[in-house]
């Protein structure tokens, strides 16, 4: 098997560092995505589960454009949904009807909403979210979870990132996964003073194994945020449509009080929504929000098509088996050459680790060998299965990764 | 001309108030655009300068979707390129070589850019400008105008809205625009902790006369700024592209260290872009933003080609010209009637006002009276003029207007 060959990538990146910052801005990154030259940097197209890149090298991609992909590139009913859509109206003056035929079919389908919003990125919804969640209360501090992620806005940030100011962090208050205690701590500590919870609906770090809630954690947390007055937040931006189609805190046994998606809502096309609990629908409503393009209705259309589409293959059932096949296919390669590897989360979205190694050296050169093959996964963050994966993809994943495997051994 | 019947809008909006908080969210929120009735809700499909409501009526559009459609609803050159590019790939696992391109191009049309990073929504710009400021100078505070606008998020909007907290205000100072004695005071009353001065190019808020900068204002602040080493943030959101193509800070002889773009770029795709000096631009590489969508290369392309062709026809100034010939042509005709209509601003993007009312209820009458004759303007909200007006389209929307100030005088 030929090694891949990353000179067009590596000529674009020269390129790009003149008029761009680092090069590539994002969480695709060089600056995270080291070390330079393990990975190609820019993609020409993709089709199904995989992208080639601007040498013409192809890839099984267990990305997904980091969540958006769950149908795969290019799928046929979401993209002619759109196309159909766009002959109308896109971004216009008005809102166009497909906004409303949207709002109703989340209703439908995702238990804790009695009412959706719509924006554009994932943070537009964990804002709103929280802007709610003040407006309902009058209060202003959040709890959220160490090492939770909910976007990039200067209060979901770590603190010492650059540019952040102390104000941006004042209000958050951050607690332990899974620690009943801690939340009651803190909630005693402040009390009438926090506004929301707001956390993913199961632990799901970058550099970190991931964490399932452990057995009766969200029904008591729940009876906590109840009790202090305190609105529960799901960020399901990541998670969403992988674990359910009602959202991922059906599966794990609780209902929040607002809940956000993005990512794999429309198949990649840009759209994101906050839906919640009609007690909260005046707070909702009394904020203020609004983007450019949020009245735009091609992406309405395609989240449209897409949460049926998903739902029609049961999508979620899906992509957790597939996931189930692919953790177990590489569990077994590596005790095969003698290695652990740990895969923790949800199947859907698992995060693989080698236990051997208290760092993520090891696994960052696995990646780089399993790329240069023609398999592409991040080394740090969980990475995301989609119904587009084929038996075909998996049997070519696991002959990848054995000689990937082999080679990062014979090389340390 | 039989007035227009909003039943299928308002049906619509009866449907979306079950599902959505106000029913419609946003800059076209009901709330806003008072009172109920006055206009249609929900927009079919847009052609050109004009737009169809789901009752089938026409109008031609003069807020242009709040400004993104500059070149028209389904311009060919930008829908053409939009469409190439999405056979290959639109929101991947990486980036795209047209997101180099875009950059590229950008530096050599904007004299304030040495380089360029894009994202989803004007807010996302701002609020990386904001980020990238705070990291160069390690410095909290900014400095705004009063009534000025830079996107929903907390920081941006006024103290009191609702959801809105302390914290998120602590660090933002307001002073009135064309003060310079106010930014002075300010600067030398928070010497060493001012990070930024963020303004639009020129002064353009709801529901008051907009204002140009006076005469050496730019140059005076300038000159202020560089003294405290502040940095210049130019929102260019609204603006961009409808006064000059290199950044409306060119057209009144100032060059900004961070310039914001959105709205207009790429004709009503989704996307937004900070560009700077080099200066700022390990500044702008320290700090962490990310979007799902951010790296979606459909919009990028879509920017590309709406540059472009912006540029080819020199669209500010056909954009401005045709706004000349607007809003002479209704001040004209509100002057045969007795009446004096200001318009103020740039005649690319004019606010109107009725010189006799301190309030706005005749001008939000008068703007239902022209919808339901055809014309869409906003009544408390700057227009924007697009390069597909055309001749035709302003000598039926001056027969509309002198008809509807006409049935305004007469119900009054």
Redesign the interface.
């Known amino acids: 098997m030929k090694p891949h060959d990353y000179s067009g990538s590596r000529a674009?990146f020269e390129?790009?560092g003149?008029?761009?910052?680092?090069g590539?801005?994002?969480?695709?990154?060089p600056?995270v995505q080291k070390p330079l030259g393990t990975y190609?940097?820019?993609?020409?197209?993709?089709k199904g589960a995989r992208?080639r890149?601007?040498d013409g090298n192809e890839y099984i991609?267990y990305?997904?454009?980091?969540?958006?992909?769950i149908l795969g590139?290019g799928n046929p009913v979401v993209d002619s949904a759109y196309r159909e859509q766009m002959?109308?109206?896109?971004?216009?003056?008005?809102?166009?009807?497909v906004?409303?035929e949207l709002?109703?079919f989340?209703?439908e389908l995702v238990p804790a909403a009695?009412?959706?919003?719509?924006?554009?990125?994932?943070?537009?919804a964990t804002?709103m979210a929280?802007?709610?969640?003040?407006?309902a209360t009058g209060r202003?501090r959040l709890i959220a979870i160490e090492g939770g992620y909910h976007?990039?806005?200067?209060w979901m940030?770590s603190a010492d990132?650059?540019?952040?100011?102390?104000?941006d962090h004042?209000?958050v208050i951050r607690i332990p996964w899974n620690d009943v205690d801690a939340l009651r701590r803190v909630l005693d500590e402040h009390e009438g003073e926090v506004a929301a919870f707001i956390a993913s609906p199961y632990h799901h770090p970058v550099f970190r194994d991931n964490e399932l809630p452990a057995e009766g954690y969200w029904r008591e947390a729940h009876l906590l945020l109840k009790k202090h007055g305190v609105v529960s937040i799901c960020d399901d931006?990541r998670a969403g449509f992988r674990i359910d189609m009602g959202g991922s805190n059906e599966y794990f046994g609780y209902r929040p009080d607002l809940i956000c998606f993005?990512?794999a809502i429309a198949n990649?096309?840009?759209i994101?929504a906050v839906a919640g609990a009609d007690s909260l629908?005046?707070?909702?409503?009394?904020?203020?929000?609004?983007?450019?393009?949020?009245?735009?209705a091609g992406?309405m259309a395609a989240a449209l098509a897409c949460l049926q589409e998903l739902a029609r293959i049961d999508a979620p059932a899906r992509i957790l088996e597939i996931g189930r096949k692919f953790t177990e296919g590489l569990t077994s390669i590596a005790a095969g050459q003698g290695l652990m590897l740990k895969a923790s989360g949800m199947p859907s979205m698992p995060y693989l680790r080698m236990e051997h190694e208290s760092g993520i050296e090891f696994h960052q050169a696995l990646c780089g060998e399993c790329a240069r093959r023609g398999l592409?996964m991040a080394s740090h963050h969980n990475l995301f299965v989609s119904a587009a994966h084929t038996q075909q993809d998996l049997e070519q994943t696991f002959a990848i990764f054995d000689e990937a495997l082999a080679a990062v051994r014979a090389s340390c």
Not at 40 to 46: C, I, L, M, V
Not at 88 to 96: F, V
Not at 114 to 124: E, L
Not at 151 to 154: D, I, K, V
């Open positions: 674009l390129r790009a003149r008029v761009i910052p680092n590539i801005s994002g969480h695709f990154n600056v190609p940097y820019f993609a020409r197209s993709g992208f890149d601007v991609d990305m997904c454009a980091y969540g958006p992909m590139y002959k109308l109206a896109d971004t216009c003056t008005l809102a166009s009807p906004m409303v709002a109703e989340l209703v009695d009412w959706a919003t719509f924006a554009k990125n994932g943070a537009d804002n929280v802007l709610m969640a003040r407006a202003a976007g990039s806005s200067p940030q990132r650059s540019g952040v100011i102390s104000a004042e209000n931006v993005c990512k990649g096309y840009p994101s629908k005046e707070a909702a409503g009394s904020i203020f929000q609004t983007g450019s393009f949020w009245y735009s992406a592409f």
